[in-house]
């Protein structure tokens, strides 16, 4: 949530709870947009806009999401990680494990489950005075909708070891970054540094964007809900390109 000036708070996240799942979208979400085949969600209220993008760098288990005050007065931005540690194929509705064994390290935490099979998670901030502020940890029951939507147990607690804090002047950018990787590989790669990678997790390589094959299986898989919509991404992706190439170009590359 976003901590205002003016000592109001708004929600930025899109999490439903059970009994409240008309009220999902924040209400100062007003874009959601995909650049170069990554996510970006963009938040406004009288005059403050910031930026959400999550990258998910190829070939690990670790999630960047990056926070960036485009304009606005400066804002103090707090993240709370919420989880539950389970089996991948196991229901939401799983019970929790007790006693998350937690470690605080500089900018961030590790945390293991009870269950040894499970990986550790660590969370890691960047960003400029950024602190996590622990406690005794708290749960709270979530609700799944495509788990609703598919006849599957849709609603599970999940557990919060705390939250992140960090004030952002406009102009500046914070990241989160989730993984079940080493520490070492957290610090291999700053969040731009995994932003410029060719490709991250599950999107097309790079020979393969550049013709569009992957617009090409959607449209042959009827994923666009018009040919008006389809065309549209063709240009943007033609926009991107441009954008790319003269990228490499002030790079020198």
């Not at 670790?62 to 400066?74: I, K």
């Not at 709370?80 to 229901?91: G, I, N, Q, T």
């Not at 950018?173 to 410029?196: F, I, M, N």
């Amino acid at each position: 949530e976003l901590a205002l000036p003016d000592g109001r708070r708004v929600r930025l996240s899109g999490e439903e709870s059970p009994g409240d799942e008309q009220a999902a979208l924040p209400e100062i979400l007003r874009e959601f947009r995909m650049e170069m085949g990554l996510p970006v969600w963009r938040h406004e209220r009288d005059g403050l806009v910031l930026e959400k993008r999550i990258c998910l760098p190829h070939q690990q288990n670790t999630v960047f999401v990056t926070y960036r005050l485009l304009q606005g007065e400066p804002v103090r931005l707090c993240i709370r990680p919420r989880l539950h540690m389970r089996a991948h194929e196991a229901d939401v509705s799983t019970p929790l494990s007790q006693g998350f064994d937690v470690t605080s390290r500089a900018g961030g935490c590790e945390i293991r489950s009870p269950d040894a099979a499970m990986p550790p998670l660590r969370l890691l901030m960047h960003g400029e005075g950024a602190a996590m502020v622990p406690d005794d940890g708290s749960t709270s029951p979530l609700f799944y909708p495509i788990e609703a939507a598919r006849g599957y147990p849709d609603t599970g607690e999940v557990w919060s070891p705390g939250h992140f804090a960090i004030d952002l002047q406009p102009g500046e950018e914070c990241t989160l970054v989730a993984s079940t990787e080493a520490w070492e590989t957290l610090g291999a790669l700053s969040p731009q540094q995994a932003l410029a990678a060719p490709s991250t997790h599950d999107l097309p390589t790079l020979p393969a964007y550049w013709r569009g094959a992957d617009l090409d299986l959607r449209s042959r898989l009827d994923l666009y809900p018009s040919p008006e919509i389809a065309e549209a991404e063709r240009h943007r992706r033609a926009a991107d390109k441009k954008q790319l190439l003269a990228a490499m170009n002030a790079g020198g590359l």
